[in-house]
């Protein structure tokens, strides 16, 4: 049985939990009723007066075919991220379990790639793809491949999905490897006599057991892929070519700083929020009704 | 159904200079049909040597036949055995149903076989109204007899036991031990079962292996294990209360006990004992001489052989037993509870000549 603490005046506990509200306040809130206020007015150019305008911003986001197109494109980003995030790093997670020798080792080097900061393995990606002298563009330009991200928008699509999925393998990578040695060596044995072979043992029993972390980092990728892909894609595309790789947070920036569009970029935010709150609620349902078996 | 030939079966763990050995070389026959207990300690490598026959760990040296071919190379798969587990080792996120038909699903019998393979063997095992529930659902015990299931529907050649009872309360372990005696008569299948615990082997064995430190000490029926122990380790091993282990010089019909340095620091240290032996010592020189407690019987002062001081009384209802100290060590007595002894006095005791072991004082093996 949980341990429950009755308090028998109201102030201490709240003078426990304030500093976590003041974040909470200070960090989320705020800025997220900002955001909703922001997305009801229209600015002028200059910034001096706004005007309201109810839910005009979201009715103009909804007829603007820049914003549809920009959804998909984040769609086909974080289905892409995701998975391929999620199926690499599930394939090293499994090659590590198995390894003996040196596994401290081999775990501690593929975890790195997450202390990297995404504007940094942006830039990283860039120098290695870039078509005049990285060295991955001049290899794959050997190999026959006409590479140039800045011309042609699936291969600038494929670069930051390559970039921004890289860096979520390490952290992928540690989840998977947790859930792995988390399942009893027994059951593999169990199936290993039963007559399933590796393959087998694999999708019948590991990547069954495996669901309750898969479905989470699933959610985090794919929250991560919506929201905290813009230094990535800053650095390596800025949007381009001919907004072959604009996701919905790039958009904002770009409505927002560089198109003056206040109004309209906290309408886009705002629409972002729902969509993380119901991924959170969605995991939340999902993690609560399996628990564990 | 097989017979199971263990050839001078090694394992050995890492390679060359650091090589550890922790088989070293077991030979047994198992006949067809044979219940098999390998028993010892922890740490003896019983249940290494049980996965070397699942084919779970490597052989390192030595052959193990299952019904006259050779498996050393072959997959767990490919052996067809079934293997039930301390943990039972249930698939969790499966129904008892799905459980115990997995391993036939994979082998590609028809689903006709299967459910009637399943529905049967739930029968047997009282777990047909838990067929769709999921292990979580189960009790220690139904899991245990859904470990169980899953073996039997596959009607393997060979069954390997891990210490399946260990994980369940007092009562239910003597009641899933008599199911499994039932289940073993009927099926008639060949079964290596390792536990740890003495009671187990004596009541489910119809020969036990008793190991030690990767040897087999001893192979034999539990009544014959029991009477003639084959070395010291055994004699302590199998029995409870342990038997008593007197070490000492023999001469003639006299034993007497030298006070060696007790494992444990006593307070008292134990006086040398004399003991008047019915017949005289195999030989003459140091000896261990075994003396099971209930083949140890109060005396009048006279015709005793010897005697210890009581320090401790422990009654269970049916008999005590007497503890005291002696011989370099803690010597126990099962008296009828009519006689019940009194602490701090010397109880005199006899024996009579059948129940003396004599064990060899260097190396720990059976004289006579």
């Known amino acids: 049985m949980e341990k429950r603490v009755i308090f028998k005046n109201w102030w201490l506990p709240l003078l426990l939990v304030a500093p976590q509200l003041a974040v909470t306040l200070v960090f989320f809130v705020w800025p997220a009723s900002q955001a909703l206020y922001g997305s009801l007015f229209v600015e002028d150019a200059f910034g001096t007066s706004s005007e309201f305008v109810g839910v005009q911003n979201f ?80 290899a794959l330009k050997r190999m026959g491949v006409n590479w140039n991200h800045l011309l042609n928008g699936h291969q600038a699509m494929a670069l930051v999905v390559f970039a921004a999925a890289w860096k979520q393998v390490s952290y992928n990578f540690i989840f998977f490897l947790a859930g792995l040695t988390a399942i009893p060596k027994s059951l593999i044995e169990a199936a290993a006599i039963d007559g399933a072979g590796p393959a087998r043992r694999f999708f019948d029993i590991v990547f069954p057991l495996l669901t309750p972390t898969t479905f989470f980092l699933l959610v985090v990728n794919i929250i991560y892929a919506f929201f905290d892909t813009f230094g990535v894609i800053d650095a390596v595309t800025q949007g381009g070519p001919a907004k072959a790789t604009e996701v919905l947070v790039f958009k904002i920036f770009q409505d927002g700083f560089k198109g003056q569009d206040y109004g309209g970029a906290a309408a886009q935010s705002v629409i972002l929020m729902l969509i993380v709150v119901a991924l959170t609620v969605a995991q939340f349902r999902y993690v609560e009704k399996k628990v564990n078996y | 159904m097989a017979a199971v030939e263990l050839r001078g079966v090694r394992k050995s763990y890492g390679s060359g200079k650091n090589a550890l050995e922790v088989i070293h070389g077991i030979d047994c026959s198992v006949a067809d049909g044979e219940f098999i207990v390998l028993v010892g300690p922890s740490g003896c490598g019983k249940s290494t040597l049980l996965r070397m026959m699942a084919g779970l760990e490597e052989i390192s040296a030595g052959e193990i036949a299952i019904g006259g071919r050779v498996v050393n190379q072959l997959e767990p798969k490919d052996r067809d055995v079934a293997m039930v587990f301390q943990n039972y080792a249930l698939y969790p996120h499966m129904s008892v149903r799905e459980n115990m038909a997995y391993g036939l699903k994979i082998r590609g019998v028809a689903a006709a076989e299967i459910a009637t393979r399943v529905e049967r063997a739930a029968a047997m095992l009282e777990l047909a109204p838990y067929l769709d529930r999921r292990p979580r659902e189960l009790s220690g015990g139904q899991r245990q007899r859904v470990a169980m299931g899953r ?93 008593n282990l007197l070490r000492g010089e023999a001469q003639g019909d006299r034993f007497v006990t030298t006070a060696t340095s007790a494992a444990i620091a006593l307070a008292t240290p134990a006086p040398p004992l004399s003991i008047h032996l019915p017949v005289p010592a195999p030989r003459d020189g140091p000896l261990v001489l075994g003396l099971r407690p209930e083949h140890l019987v109060p005396a009048s002062a006279g015709a005793a052989r010897f005697g210890f001081a009581v320090e ?57």
């Open chain 2, 151 to 243: 073996a039997i529907v596959r009607n393997p050649q060979v069954f390997l036991f891990d210490e399946p009872l260990s994980n369940l309360d007092a009562k239910l372990r003597v009641q899933t031990r008599m199911e499994l005696q039932k289940l073993h008569r009927e099926f008639n299948t060949t079964s290596l079962y390792v536990t740890h615990d003495q009671v187990e082997a004596m009541t489910l064995g119809q020969r036990l292996i008793v190991m030690n430190a990767g040897v087999a000490e001893q192979i034999g029926a539990p009544m014959e294990v029991y009477a003639k122990p084959a070395s010291t380790f055994v004699a302590g091993f199998i029995g409870s209360p342990a038997m």
């Open chain 2, 312 to 368: 401790m009384v422990e009654s269970l209802g049916a008999d005590s037993y007497a503890y005291g100290l002696g011989g370099g060590g803690t010597l126990i007595a099962r008296v009828a509870a009519g006689t019940v002894p009194v602490v701090d006095e010397v109880l005199p005791l006899t024996f009579a000549a059948q129940h003396m072991h004599w064990f060899d004082a260097a190396n720990g093996k059976r004289v006579a």
């Open chain 1, 59 to 138: 009715l103009g986001l909804f007829n603007d075919g820049y914003y549809a197109h920009s959804f998909g494109i984040t769609v086909l980003f974080s289905v892409a991220v995701a998975g391929l995030g999620l199926g690499v790093s599930l394939l090293l997670a499994v090659f590590a379990d198995r390894v003996i020798r040196g596994a401290r080792l081999y775990q501690t080097l593929l975890i790195w790639p997450y202390a990297v900061a995404p504007a940094i393995a942006g830039v990283l990606w860039m120098f290695m793809f870039d078509p005049s002298v990285g060295v991955a563009a001049w």
